[in-house]
Structures are given as C-alpha cells and as structure tokens.
C-alpha cells in the first residue's frame, strides 16, 4: 500500500484507539479540534455554518486557512463585526490559532461559512469538513447537526468540560 495511504490508516487507528474522552476530539499534529457541530437550517436558508474549539500545545502560532466540505458550494472562513451598531459577517483570510488560549469558532463569533448549501442541514445527520492548517496540515472531521435552536453548542459538549 502507499507510504501515504498507510500514514492515513495509521491516524485513523490513532483516532478510533485514542481520545477517550469524547468522540469529537480530534488531534492534528499540536491541535485539538474539539466538537464541530453545526446547527441545522432555518427555513430555506442557503447557508449553514459550522463550529468548533481549536486549541495548540505547540510554542508557535498555527492558522486555520480555509476548510472544504462538499455540502456546500463554497466555504468561507468567517467572523461577526458590529459596523454602524448592526451585526454583520466578514469573511476573514484566517484563523488564528495561538498558544495559551483556545480559539473559540461559535455562533456571534469566528465561524466555518458554508455557502450555497447542496441540501439542508438536518438535526441528527453529519457531514465531513476538511481543515486546512498552515503548520499541521490537514484534516478531516465529522460535524455532527445539532438542533436549530442550539446556542453555544450541544448539551454532550457542555458536559464534557463540565464548566
Ligand atoms: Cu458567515
């Protein structure tokens, strides 16, 4: 099999065999990417969003550059500015990730933009996200779909940290 494709499988047995904690931590060389989820559709909304707390152990600066998904025509990284005292969305270069405190992607905030859904998002499905990270690299992670009316993000996350 191809050196690549070995690495691939060995990650993958890494995933499945580590991370006891919860299913939805992933780690990426220095990263964790904890619970992306999504929130699903409104209406007939063309787009979604997806969200996720990201987090280096590493000394230096990483950058979440772009992320691919193929429920949507296009994907944005994106953040909330208020201009003239209305919320808008920006889309933004990069995401930052820095050592000390975790960057946290979530509703009102940083967020995964994915335009131009292919079909709405529904409660209970998942679908792949692909980051891709200046230093680690890149990865593919399950976003589970949590309910529309979903703030901060699902009850099993909140949990987990027990904060
Ligand atoms: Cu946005």
Known sequence: MPLR???CSLA???LTLGAPASAHDYKLGDLLIDHPWARATIGTSPNGAAYMTITT?????DRLLRAESDVARRV?????????GIMKMREVEAIEIAPGEPTLLKPGGLHVMLMGLTAPLEEGQSFALTLVFERAG???VE???EAATTLDGPEEMKHDHGS
């Open 143 to 145: 976003v589970p779909v």
């Open 5 to 7: 494709m070995f690495l």
């Open 76 to 84: 944005e990284l994106h953040t909330h500015l208020i201009e003239d």
């Open 138 to 140: 890149r990865l593919e």
């Open 12 to 14: 993958l047995l890494f």
């Open 57 to 61: 152990a590493g000394a230096e600066t």
